[in-house]
């Protein structure tokens, strides 16, 4: 068995995509739109094609992530290139085998070397703490004055790099998109049943839970 990591290319573009809307179709509501905001990440100004990889095994494409840039604001006006990553997909019968866990953890050695200090997501902190992400609280990272969103997660990849302020998280605009133009891109693929599962109250849980 071969696993190799390495630059997403042009001719994966569709592979990647394909996989995407696999890995998340059905997981956090009914269908997905992770597999176009792939698609229009990448002619976004802040994303990062430096860090933009797929995982290989034994040739064939089964995980990829993809990096923009993001901004941390303190409450002197100042503010913080940081990264934000996502989507991270990985084909669901590999999923839960520590291969997106590989790549994650390939690709922030890869940030970190690049110079970048932090990198905040969200994201369900039972898949990311296990990589060093902690509670946006414990960095005083908030999306609004006093706001602490539970799947706000942050890790620092140089010890201090956030300490001593308070922060506001500015996520890049490259994530916001049509719905209208998100069915229309998702035309071009093979149709797949919307259907209910136990994850999409688990996603709707976290993502409108806050702490105090």
């Not at 932090?118 to 060093?132: C, D, L, Q, R």
């Not at 998100?182 to 259907?195: H, L, T, Y």
């Amino acid at each position: 068995m071969s696993i190799t990591i390495e630059n997403e290319r042009p001719e994966d573009f569709r592979i990647v995509e394909e996989l995407t809307k696999h890995a998340f179709w059905n997981l956090n509501v009914p269908g997905c739109t992770e597999h176009y905001i792939a698609h229009i990440l990448r002619s976004h100004a802040d994303f990062v094609p430096e860090l933009d990889y797929v995982l290989k095994l034994d040739g064939q494409i089964i995980a990829n992530i993809m990096y923009t840039k993001s901004r941390l604001a303190d409450e002197n006006g100042g503010e913080k290139a940081v990264l934000t990553f996502g989507p991270l997909s990985v084909l669901p019968e590999y999923q839960r085998q520590g291969y997106g866990k590989r790549l994650l953890e390939y690709s922030l050695e890869k940030a970190k070397a690049l110079g970048y200090e932090a990198v905040v997501i969200f994201g369900n902190p039972e898949n990311y703490v296990t990589s060093g992400f902690k509670s946006c609280k414990k960095y005083n990272v908030a999306i609004s004055e006093g706001v602490y969103p539970v799947p706000l997660l942050v890790k620092e990849l140089h010890e201090g790099a956030l300490a001593g302020k308070c922060w506001i998280y500015r996520e890049s605009a490259a994530y916001d998109f049509d719905p209208n133009a998100a069915e229309e891109f998702d035309k071009d693929f093979p149709q797949m049943e919307r259907e209910y599962r136990p994850s999409q109250e688990l996603f709707y849980i976290y993502s409108n839970s806050k702490m105090n």
